[in-house]
């Protein structure tokens, strides 16, 4: 099983960057994915999830209305847009894929950092 993150760097603030995240090993569409981040010093948080069936999504507050969640199954991949990135956004981020069937069964990637400055 592999969750492969991509697209982190370093962007100016109200710049946008797009997260991929490769999933192999599964079965993609069985499972709930998810993006977490963490800043230094702080505790890891839920920043969106998208469902497989019917693909309803989720988000932080402090995300809505700049980052979307989605997923395409012919590849495999769940993306994370992030646009009007804020200095606070700053964290590593990780991409989550929890079963939708089997209790207790989830996998993460290894993270990809995000650094918004000026």
Known sequence: VQ???SGGGLVQPGGSLRLSCAASGFTFSTYV???YRQAPGKERELVATIMSAGGSTNYAD???GRFTISRDYAKNTVY???NSLKP???AVYYCYARSLYRTNVDYWGQGT???VSS
Do not use: A, R
């Open 88 to 90: 606070e956004d700053t």
């Open 113 to 115: 950092q995000v650094t």
């Open 33 to 35: 994915m998810s993006w």
């Open 80 to 82: 994370l847009q992030m």
């Open 62 to 64: 402090s995300v809505k």
């Open 3 to 5: 969750l492969v993150e």
